[in-house]
C-alpha cells in the first residue's frame, strides 16, 4: 500500500510540475511577441478598414 501511495503522489508531482513549465512557457511567448499598442486602437483601426455600410459602391441601374 505504500508504494502505491508513493507512486500515486509521484504522479501528482509530475503532474504539478507540467502544468507548471507549460504555464511558464505561455508566458514566455507572450513577452516575446510584440505587444499592441492598445486594444482600444487595434479595435479602431479594425473598424475602419471595413468599407461603411451606406450607399452601395456601383448603384444598380435599370435596364436601358
Same mark, same amino acid.
Given at each position: ?9 509521484? $504522479?501528482? $508531482? ?14 514566455? $511567448? ?13 479595435? $479602431? ?20
Amino acid at each position: 500500500m505504500k508504494h502505491v501511495l508513493s507512486l500515486y503522489l509521484l $504522479g501528482v $508531482g509530475l503532474t504539478v510540475l507540467s502544468i507548471f513549465v507549460r504555464l511558464m512557457e505561455s508566458l514566455e $511567448g507572450l513577452l516575446e511577441s510584440p505587444l499592441p499598442e492598445s486594444f482600444s486602437t487595434t479595435r $479602431g483601426h479594425l473598424a475602419s478598414t471595413q468599407p461603411p455600410k451606406g450607399l452601395p459602391d456601383h448603384p444598380s441601374r435599370g435596364v436601358q
